[in-house]
Every structure is written in C-alpha cells, then in structure tokens.
C-alpha cells in the first residue's frame, strides 16, 4: 500500500514538472494549466481517483505557503497600504459571505442562509500563488502588487473563521453575531500573539545558538508549522499566527542570518520545496473533480453547472464593484490623494477586481465540511457545495487569469509610485554601500590600508567604482597576492559586508527604496561571502 501511495506521487511530481515547462514553452502561467491539465488527466481511463484530505491541504500545505508569502512581503508596503489591504481581506470577505448568502439561499431549493454563509466563507479568499504567478512577468505599479500581497495573506484568515462559524450555526440550528463578532476578534488576536510568541523563541535560536547553514534551512522549514500547530491547538487562528510570526522573521531576518551561506541555503531550499508544494496542489485541484461528481445528491450535473456559474458571476462582480468603490472614496483607505494624474482613478482598482483567483484553500475549506451532522444524518447539500466550489474556482482561475494579462496590456497602467525607477534604485543602493565601505576602511583599517597592497588595492577599487557605477561600467578586480594578505584581505571583506548589511537595514527603514531592490542587493552580497569564505575556508 505505501508503495503504491509513493509511486503515486512520485508520479504526480514528474506529472508536475513535465506540465510545468510545457506551460512555459506555451506561455501559460503554470497554476492554470496545471488545473487544466489535472482536469483532462481524470478523465483518461484507468486513471486511479485521488481524493484530498482537507487536514493534508490545511497542515502540510498551507503553513509553508502562507509563510514564504509573508516573507517576501514587504513590512512597509504592508503597513503603509494597512487599511485598503484590511478593508480588502476583511471587508470584501464578508460582503461576499454575506451577498452570495442571500443570493443562494434564494436561488437554490432547500438552500438555509446558514448553508449560504458557508460557501460565501468557502469562496471569498482568492488566491494569492495563481495572481503572483500570473502577474510575474507583467509589470503593474509595485502599490498594486503589495495589496494583493497583502490582501492574500489576511483574506485566508479571516474566510476560514467565517467558515468555521457557518459550518457551526449549520451543525447546531443556532448563530449569535455578537458572539461570532467577539469571537472573530479573539480567534484573529489571538493567533497573531501566539505567532509573535514563538517567531521571538526562533529568533533567539537563529541569533544566539551555534547554527549552521543546514540547520538554518531546516529551522526556517519547522518555523511556519510550530506556528500553525500551536495556535490551531488552542483552536486560535493558525493562519494569522503564521503570517504575523512571518512578517516578524522576515523584517528581522538580517539578525537571524549572520552569515551570507545560511541565507542562500535557505533560499534555495525554500524555492524547490515550494515550487513542489504549489505544483501539486493546483494539478490535485483539477484531479479532484471525478470526485466531486461521484455524488451530486439529487442535482443535474446541468443544474450544478448553472449554480456555479451563478455564484461565479456574483463573486466577480461584487469583488469588482467594491474595489472600484474604495477608489472614490480615499479616506476610507486612509489617503488624502486619489490616484496620480496619468492614470485614470478606474484603471488601478479594475485590475485588483480582476486578479481575484480562487484557489486551493477555498477546496480545501469545501472539502473539510463533515458528511454527517452531529444528529447522524447527512450534511445538506455537501455535494452542491463542493461542486459549485470546483466551477467558482475553475471559472475565476481560467478565465480570469487568462484574460488578466490581456487586460493589463490593454489598460497600459504606468507605474508612477513613490520609488526611482530600478536601475536608478540599483545604482542608489550600490553608491550608498560602496561609500559606507570606503569609510569603513579610512576609520578602522590604516595600518592595514598602508602595509597589506590588497587592502589599499580594494580602497583604490571601491573608489574607483563609484565613479565606475556612476558611469554604469563594470567594475575592476585585484590580483592575488601573499597568503597571509589574502586571509586579512577576506577577513576585511567579511567585516565590510556584515557593515553594508546594516546599513541595508537602515535603508529599509528609511522607506527611500523598495525592499525588492535593497533583497537584490543583500543577495548580491550573500554571493560575494559565499565566494571567499568557500575559497577562504
């Protein structure tokens, strides 16, 4: 049997892969045609049905792919949008609850408003994996890209306990909104104190523990699961514990990895095991249909059709409408400015409508609805649910992320945000460390700048960069010399990039360039440490 489940996957990974670069040679973004693909393999005969297990989606999914999303969120992109992202990740969530609740409970027979509630919590989030891959290799304004990066971390949280207290007004005939309302804030609160608890416990573990660049890696792998876990235990939100633990991480992450190996190690792990996570997830989503389909409860597979596309329709609309309408209204998102004068105010919001692709954990959430309520009878309408989900999902992936591209091209939005533009960022950033090394070097380093040749040779050097970056040359390199003033050199070069990386710190804080450039520039570094303590060691 467990053979059989290994080859299983094995099989799915290859499937993965292979699907993968045939999505790139075709110009497809990988999610949709992984779904696509998944839904003609179930077809084919023979073809083993796989059902997922909602806990597999929740336990070993979810955590590393909300954590790797916090990470590469920039902390003052997050907090600087705060209220449209809030307003998109809690408002928009319940609006959709609380719409497609009146719309199907009208519209489908037998249909209560709390069993409304529960697929308006099941399909509200969208997901954040299939807009970032889409939007990849599409240049939008950086703002737009950090509320949807923002609002995918949040909007999981707060569909889930929506979720979670439909599914318990359904199981027990009673909802309380004041109760669910203080819950709602204690479940949330809650998750993000025990998230920042344990993020301050690993912290101290990177920071003051004798740890390897292995060890690191594997840390950084256990980090996000502790975290869920822990809050899931105490029935808190795990979710928000592990974007807040994230977000805490990742804005100190320049603490936690005192060398440059145990970043690129980490980094590299981190892409290969979520390159392999999201790969399986989207081609199970499309696999997952033979299943649904087994047991439609009494309902047409035309009458399910004509649900999904219903509330598909509704889900897009609403999501499309309320976002246009924070764009009028600036204070809600708490600005004083509309959008800049090269770009019509309608422009921005039409592509945050349009990037609202359902995903994984809207399946997941659909799936984890028990088959028997509490008295033993079946759950109603279990199998609806499921289905109109896989068409919510099938509808806002494929044609939404298809067509996304299309739109933004036809929009021609510009980028006219609060950064220079990269190469001018690039340039910034690099005159600004190279400085700060020369007068590291004049401070600290005399005796040496006289009597070692290669470290007057590296002043001469970063001086003659300066100019050289000011130019956009390339820069000159030292010849090798004497042992002992090769080790003093590394040695130096050591001490000069642990200053440089402090000062990407300060940089960061300042808020003058994008975090996305000063991560270039602390990945360039972590390859120039790699490349003498390799040689060095």
């Known amino acids: 049997m467990f053979h059989e489940q290994l080859l299983i996957v094995l099989t799915l ?9 045939v999505g790139h040679k075709l110009n497809i973004s990988y999610p949709i045609f992984l779904v696509l693909a998944g839904l003609g393999i179930s077809f084919i005969p023979g073809i083993p049905h796989i059902e997922i297990e909602p806990d597999l989606i929740f336990l070993l999914f979810l955590p590393p ?58 399909i509200s989030p969208p997901d954040a994996v299939a807009a970032n891959s889409v939007l990849k290799n599409i240049k939008i304004p950086k703002r737009l890209t950090a509320t949807l990066e923002g609002e995918s971390l949040i909007n999981d949280a707060s569909s889930l306990i929506v979720f ?10 009673f909802f309380s909104m004041g109760q669910a309302t203080g819950q709602f804030f204690l479940v949330a609160g809650m998750g993000i104190v025990v998230g920042l608890a344990i993020a301050h416990v690993m912290y101290v573990v990177h920071r003051f523990l004798p740890t390897t660049p292995s060890i690191d890696a594997a840390l950084t792998l256990m980090t996000p699961y502790i975290m869920y876990i822990a809050a899931e235990q105490f029935h808190f ?43 399986l997830v989207f081609i199970l989503i499309g696999l997952e249909l033979p299943v649904i389909m087994a047991d439609m409860g009494g309902y047409s597979i035309g009458e399910a059709i004509k649900y999904g596309l219903v509330i598909s329709l ?30 019509p105010t309608w422009k921005a919001p039409l592509i945050v409508g349009w990037a609202g692709m359902r995903g994984v954990v809207s399946l997941a959430s659909a799936l984890s609805i028990p088959v028997l309520m ?14 109109i989900t896989f068409v919510v999902i099938l509808v806002t992936l494929v044609f939404q992320g298809l067509t996304l591209p299309l739109l933004i091209r036809w929009i021609n939005i510009k980028d006219t945000g609060d950064f220079l533009p990269d190469e001018e960022q690039e340039a910034g950033i690099n005159l600004r460390l190279m400085n700060i090394a020369i007068r590291e070097l004049d401070e600290k380093y005399q005796h040496d700048l006289r009597d070692n040749a290669l470290v007057s040779c590296l002043r001469d050097q970063l001086s003659n960069d300066v100019a ?32 440089q990386r402090r000062e990407l710190h300060v940089l960061r804080k300042e808020n003058f360039y994008s975090d996305e450039e000063i991560r270039k520039q602390e990945s360039q570094l972590d390859l120039d440490e790699a490349k003498i303590t390799k040689t060095g060691h």
């Open 314 to 343: 509704v889900s897009i609309v609403i999501r499309i409408i309320y976002v246009q309408s924070l764009a009028y209204v600036p204070k809600w998102v708490g600005s004083t400015k509309r959008m800049d004068r090269n770009n």
């Open 468 to 499: 050289i970056m000011e130019q956009r040359l390339e820069s000159l390199e030292c010849d090798d010399l004497k042992r002992e003033e090769v080790e003093r050199y590394h040695h130096i070069l050591l001490h000069i990039y642990n200053i």
């Open 237 to 279: 939100s795990g979710v928000m514990a592990v974007v807040s633990g994230g977000l805490f991480l990742s804005y100190r992450s320049h603490e936690l990895f005192t060398s440059g190996n145990s970043r690129l190690q980490a980094i590299n792990v981190w892409a290969t095991v979520i390159f392999i996570l999201n790969g």
């Open 164 to 173: 979670r207290f439909a599914l318990a007004a359904v199981m027990s005939g």
């Open 374 to 387: 509490t008295n033993g009878q079946a759950f109603p309408h279990r199998s609806l649910i499921l289905f």
């Open 65 to 122: 792919l909300l954590y790797e999303a916090a990470w590469y969120t920039s902390w003052n992109d997050f907090w600087k949008w705060r209220r449209a992202i809030g307003m998109l990740a809690f408002g928009l969530v319940f609006l959709t609850s609380i719409i497609i609740a009146f719309v199907s409970s009208a519209m489908i027979p037998g249909f209560t408003l709390a069993m409304g509630f529960l697929l308006g919590g099941i």
């Open 13 to 21: 990974l290859f499937a993965v892969f292979t699907l993968t670069m």
